[in-house]
T-cell receptor, first 115, second 116 residues
């Protein structure tokens, strides 16, 4: 595709439910990042993939959050036992490689609302 | 850990005028990269401009330029000849030279309003 795509665009769920958020990076990009943007805040780093492996998951807030990228392309962010505090926009970005000079291209995000 | 501070929650400017958005950061590293990203209502973050800390020359991209003061740890964005399409949230971001690990560290953003 032409850019990074994320589905769904919006997700409303109830407290305690499980959700999956999908990210489709730019074709050929080996690096993939997930960020969380709470209302009125800048994006906050969650996890970085280089290929299929999570090279850095230090930003994941707790063990309810998990992400995979099994074939080195599409990634899924999984949130178990959702809480109201998980409500935010979840942004995905990809870059050609993991070098700091590689521009990160962002998707439009998924707005998650936990009731 | 690095921190990025944007002290202006909102700025307003008349169309065609110049506006400067402020950003300061805190780091113990000597080499790093700084960025300005634009986020329109569509939510998609777009890279506006990038500055490498080892470069003394300020980066410019058409109407966008930065004033990078390394000693003061300041990185402001100047937008010349403001246009209606410039209206958006602007985020200052920091990245360590190590690359992938840590991702980008963002400030809270400045909401830029363009008055026609």
């Amino acid at each position: 595709g032409a850019g990074v795509s994320q589905t769904p665009s919006n997700k409303v769920t109830e407290k305690g439910k499980y959700v999956e958020l999908r990210c489709d990076p730019i074709s050929g990009h080996t690096a993939l990042y997930w960020y969380r943007q709470s209302l009125g805040q800048g994006p906050e780093f969650l996890i970085y993939f280089q290929g299929t492996g999570a090279a850095d998951d230090s930003g994941l807030p707790n063990d309810r959050f998990f992400a995979v990228r099994p074939e080195g392309s599409v990634s899924t962010l999984k949130i178990q036992r959702t809480e109201r505090g998980d409500s935010a926009v979840y942004l995905c970005a990809s870059s050609l490689g993991g070098w700091v000079t590689d521009t990160q291209y962002f998707g439009p995000g998924t707005r998650l609302t936990v009731l | 850990a690095q921190t990025v501070t944007q002290s202006q929650p909102e700025m307003s400017v008349q169309e065609a005028e110049t506006v400067t958005l402020s950003c300061t950061y805190d780091t113990s590293e000597s080499d790093y990269y700084l960025f300005w990203y634009k986020q329109p209502p569509s939510r998609q973050m777009i890279l506006v401009i990038r500055q490498e800390a080892y470069k003394q020359q300020n980066a410019t991209e058409n109407r966008f330029s930065v004033n990078f003061q390394k000693a003061a740890k300041s990185f402001s964005l100047k937008i010349s000849d403001s246009q209606l399409g410039d209206a958006a949230m602007y985020f200052c971001a920091y990245r360590s030279p190590g690359g992938g690990a840590d991702g980008l560290t963002f400030g809270k953003g400045t909401h830029l309003i363009i008055q026609p």
